[in-house]
């Protein structure tokens, strides 16, 4: 068991190498539409990687989520299977958002044996993800 400063040292440690293995600028926040993100998670149980959906307006929350699942034969056939789709999905702090994500179970951050798998994961799925929103985010955009 770690203390909170050596798992904070090894999440920062775990970062590093990967932005060193995969040294490239990401979508994440940068996606154009407000509080629409993507986002990577890790723990000691599974890795996702995820799209947020959390507008403050429910009902713009819920057009962008529909948006994409209009679009899933194509996400799923083209760019990337095992997606969960959760259009109320409530955050710990009771907040009410949309989440699309892909996850891998059985890894775990504190075990550096596993960070490779864990970036090769994060990489491939961020990057499919991506694809298919540079490729779709003006239909995903035009919700009015």
């Known amino acids: ?13 775990f970062w590093t190498a990967f932005a060193q293995k995969y040294p490239r600028k990401w979508v994440l926040y940068d996606t154009k539409i407000k509080d629409f993100s993507f986002k990577f998670f890790v723990d000691n149980t599974k890795a996702q990687v995820m799209i947020d959906i959390e507008p ?20 799923e056939d083209e760019f990337i299977k095992d997606l969960v789709y959760h259009k109320n999905y409530t955050l710990e702090n009771g907040k009410t958002i949309s989440r699309i994500w892909v996850e891998k179970r059985g890894i775990t951050v504190s075990n550096r044996q596993y960070w490779d798998e864990i970036f090769d994961f994060f990489n491939e799925k961020m990057h499919a993800l991506e694809m298919f929103y540079l490729e779709y985010d ?4 035009d919700i009015e």
Do not use: C, T
């Open 138 to 141: 003006e239909f995903i955009k």
């Open 1 to 13: 068991m770690y203390s909170k400063q050596e798992n904070q040292r090894l999440k920062q440690e």
């Open 56 to 75: 403050r307006n429910e009902e713009k929350r819920i057009a962008y989520f529909e948006k994409i699942e209009a679009l899933k034969n194509i996400l």
